[in-house]
């Protein structure tokens, strides 16, 4: 069966996750996790990617980001991935494969998706009992968003922008949508596309995306988030 071709839609972000191989650990102390983000921004940069929210965990990353062109994504995460693994493996003396074969995304209507995709991503070190609360996890984009941090790795989404009259108080309004749980409907769709590489929206989203893709890309959904 051929590959599920990866889906650039202009103006609508993209949920990427990246995993370890056979689930192995990824990270083996601060100065790995360190030399992915500097190398993340690097790689950002150069290729035209705006990165939202990202969480590293021990053994995969989640990142929401905006490509600004359809070669954006890949070649960012092309060039991260192997210079990360090159890294490790002079690090640690082995060999072959590091990641989990290629990175899985899913594109998603920002205007439903993108704050829960966010809250989703900050959330992970919550639900793996890493951490009390987001902001006690240090590998994530939580503190620049909820608190106002300088964090190099981070753009803000125009959706964000528009949580505030300026920029002093977009933290407070963003870190107020964390007061209640994400809905379950809203875990399992975003789980499921992103795991599934399907697009994430409102009714007609997938439609609207099979056809920028020119073949069906279309899945069952669960729901959307609950406003």
């Not at 995460?77 to 074969?101: C, I, P």
């Amino acid at each position: 069966m051929p590959r599920r071709p990866r889906i650039f839609v202009p103006g609508h972000p993209v949920h990427v996750i990246q995993r370890g191989n056979n689930r192995g650990q990824v990270f083996f102390g601060p100065k790995d996790a360190q030399k992915y983000l500097d190398w993340l921004k690097e790689a950002a940069t150069e290729h035209g990617l705006a990165v939202h929210a990202y969480v590293l965990m021990s053994n995969h990353v989640h990142l929401l980001v905006s490509p600004e062109t359809a070669h954006s994504l890949p070649r960012a995460m092309r060039d991260l991935n192997w210079r990360y693994t090159r890294h490790v493996n002079d690090a640690q003396g082995r060999t072959g494969s590091f990641w989990e074969g290629r990175y899985r995304a899913s594109v998603i209507e920002a205007d439903d998706y993108f704050f829960a995709c966010s809250r989703y991503i900050e959330l992970n070190p919550v639900r793996a009992d890493l951490a009390q609360t987001p902001a006690a996890y240090r590998w994530s984009s939580y503190k620049a968003n909820a608190e106002g941090k300088s964090d190099p790795v981070v753009t803000p989404h125009e959706l964000y922008q528009m949580l505030a009259a300026t920029q002093d108080q977009r933290p407070a309004a963003y870190q107020s949508l964390f007061e209640g749980a994400i809905p379950d409907t809203a875990l399992g769709a975003i789980r499921d596309a992103v795991n599934g590489g399907w697009p994430l929206g409102r009714d007609g989203f997938e439609a609207f995306v099979s056809r920028h893709a020119g073949q069906p890309i279309t899945q069952r959904r669960r729901g959307r988030p609950a406003k």
